[in-house]
């Protein structure tokens, strides 16, 4: 079993910056990947962002490409997503999520993935 837990999200002014954690416990932190997703109001659970441990590459949807970054302390068994120039359409509650399966590049369908942290909202208003 995996326990994700997210934190650090809030209200930020557009183009402003926030920082997410996703803490793991319960299985080896270094196997897979992980990824953040984001759900707005109505909307479906959409891909932000992946780290494949097993190549130690990162992964972006192309509306994050740029301002959002996906990185991993192994020592704190924490991953993290970076997000410069917020914008009002970042508007969400964002996921955590591992990735238990093998496939390269690591999946962007939320379906794919195993375990789902609880959420944290990112609001950007002015």
């Known amino acids: 079993q995996v326990q994700l837990v997210e934190s650090g999200g809030g209200m930020v002014q557009p183009g402003g910056s926030l920082r997410l954690s996703c803490a793991v416990s319960g299985r080896t932190f270094s196997s897979y990947a992980m990824g953040w997703f984001r759900q707005a109001p109505g909307k479906g659970r959409d891909f932000v962002a992946a780290?494949?441990?097993?190549?130690?590459?990162?992964s972006y949807a192309d509306s994050v490409q740029g301002r959002f970054t996906i990185s991993r302390n192994n020592a704190r068994n924490t991953v993290y997503l970076q997000m410069n120039s917020l914008q009002p359409e970042d508007t969400a509650v964002y996921y955590c999520a591992y990735y238990w399966g093998h496939a390269y590049p690591t999946p962007k369908s939320a379906s794919e993935y195993d375990y789902w942290g609880q959420g944290t909202q990112v609001t950007v208003s002015s």
């Open positions: 780290f494949s441990f097993s190549r130690d590459t990162t």
